[in-house]
């Protein structure tokens, strides 16, 4: 299985920007449908977003659409989500992961260590 490393997090005023990078290693990786996930204090563990092994497709989370992208680059193993217009319930520890089938939104491998997102007001 590959092994996930998410970074980029921090913390931002409301209406600001960050993007998250997660870098994987192991298991071939330009195979597999990759998503974004948080969670968030006290709540589970919730989709964000998804992109195809090709990038052809994308899927997203009526709370993030318009404001988050997601995106990969297969040569290097990294996919990111580039958060903008960022609101305080976007305050979550968020996580990659690959997806165990396309459209199901479910993880493939175990979760990682997630970076910490806090938006202030």
């Known amino acids: 299985q590959v092994h996930l490393v998410e970074s980029g997090g921090g913390l931002v005023q409301a209406g600001g920007s960050l993007r998250l990078s997660c870098a994987a290693s192991g298991r071939t990786f330009s195979t597999y449908a990759m998503g974004w996930f948080r969670q968030a204090p006290g709540k589970e563990r919730e989709f964000v977003a998804a992109i195809s092994w090709g990038a052809r497709s994308t899927d997203y989370a009526d709370s993030v659409k318009g404001r988050f992208t997601i995106s990969r680059d297969n040569a290097k193993n990294t996919v990111y989500l580039q958060m903008s217009n960022l609101k305080p319930e976007d305050t979550a520890v968020y996580y990659c992961?690959?997806?165990?089938?396309?459209?199901?939104?479910?993880?493939?491998?175990?979760w990682g260590k997630g970076t910490l997102v806090t938006v202030s007001s």
């Open positions: 992961n690959a997806l165990s089938d396309w459209g199901t939104r479910n993880a493939l491998y175990y």
